[in-house]
């Protein structure tokens, strides 16, 4: 368990570190993900360094413009 620091500097330290946790979720919430579904229903999700990502992800993303341009 990590210790609680004390003070004003302990204080000031414990909100940077919120704010910087706050920021890097936002960047990840941000990058598209993608899913990869196996014949038995189990998810993978693709990492964005993974061989074939950008492949996958670019199909995928003609496919929603398709329902969406459909849809219209």
Excluded at 22 to 43: F, H, I, K, N, S
Excluded at 56 to 62: K, T, Y
């Amino acid at each position: 368990m990590k210790e609680k620091r004390r003070g004003p500097m302990g204080r000031a330290a414990e909100m940077a570190e919120g704010v910087a946790a706050v920021m890097r979720r936002m960047q990840r919430d941000r990058e598209p993900r993608v899913l990869v579904y196996d014949a038995t229903g189990y998810a993978r999700l693709l990492q964005p360094q993974a061989r074939g990502y950008d492949g996958v992800l670019a199909a995928s993303e003609r496919m929603v413009r398709l329902v969406v341009e459909e849809e219209a």
